[in-house]
């Protein structure tokens, strides 16, 4: 099945900096989210985005929908030990069908180093 | 509290002997879905199933089978489990349509298997 490229695979970082990561796609996109799974739970929305260009945060967390619709991007700013987890980024195909199926990201684990 | 209940957790089994995995969710969503979570390859979709009695395979079918015969539920079985059937699972619902919002799942908590 078809899955998006998320990069970096892992990032380990200091408490305070900053955080960056990308999900793209050789097709355009009509939705793009982003979760967070913490250690032993399901992945928990994040933010949603709907429309090219479109910026959304939440709290220290930033994502903004490619202009192209083929990529999105998610920024944490001053990371805490709790952002510590696996982000992945979903998204709907333009061309998604009837079942306005989601396309997943492999995942970007960051840990955060008091 | 809306939310997506999957058991058990956690389970061992071992080869052959059938499992099933639950899944409930409290929010009257007609969409339903089975993920595992493999190291370096992300969730990918196992089964879905659009409204009761509506099923139909994702892009992991093999080895397993589902059911739907109430909106609410949606077990995962495995008839014969093998080792490399062991991840972890988890079960997502959403709302069935096209407005804006209708495709964020909500996941369950997840269940690790392990088959051995």
């Known amino acids: 099945g078809q899955q998006l490229n998320q990069s970096p695979q892992s990032m380990f970082i200091q408490e305070g900096e900053d955080v960056s990561m990308n999900c793209t796609s050789s097709s355009i996109f009509n939705t793009w989210l982003w979760y967070k799974q913490d250690p032993g739970e399901g992945p928990v929305l994040l933010i949603a985005l709907y429309k090219a260009g479109e910026l959304t945060s939440n709290g220290r967390l930033t994502a903004q929908f490619g202009i192209t619709r083929k990529d999105s991007f998610l920024n944490i700013s001053a990371s805490i030990p709790s952002d510590v987890g696996i982000y992945f980024c979903?998204?709907?195909?333009?061309?998604?069908?009837?079942?306005?199926?989601?396309?997943f990201g492999t995942g970007t684990l960051l840990a955060v180093q008091p | 509290e809306a939310q997506v209940t999957q058991n058990p957790r956690y389970l061992i089994t071992v080869t052959g002997k059938k499992l099933t995995v639950t899944c409930s969710q409290n929010m009257n969503h007609e969409y339903m879905s089975w993920y595992r979570q493999d190291p370096g390859l992300g969730l990918r979709q196992i089964y879905y199933?659009?409204?009761?009695?509506?099923?139909d395979k994702g892009d992991v079918p093999e080895g397993y089978k589902v059911s739907r015969k109430e909106k609410r539920n949606f077990p995962l079985i495995l008839e014969s489990p093998s080792p490399n059937q062991t991840s972890l699972y988890f079960c997502?619902?959403?709302?069935?349509?096209?407005?804006?919002?209708?495709?964020?799942?909500?996941f369950g908590a997840g269940s690790r298997l392990t088959v051995l």
């Open positions: 979903a998204g709907q195909p333009q061309h998604g069908g009837a079942t306005n199926k989601l396309i």
């Open positions: 199933s659009m409204n009761v009695e509506v099923t």
């Open positions: 997502a619902s959403r709302p069935q349509g096209f407005l804006s919002g209708a495709n964020v799942l909500t």
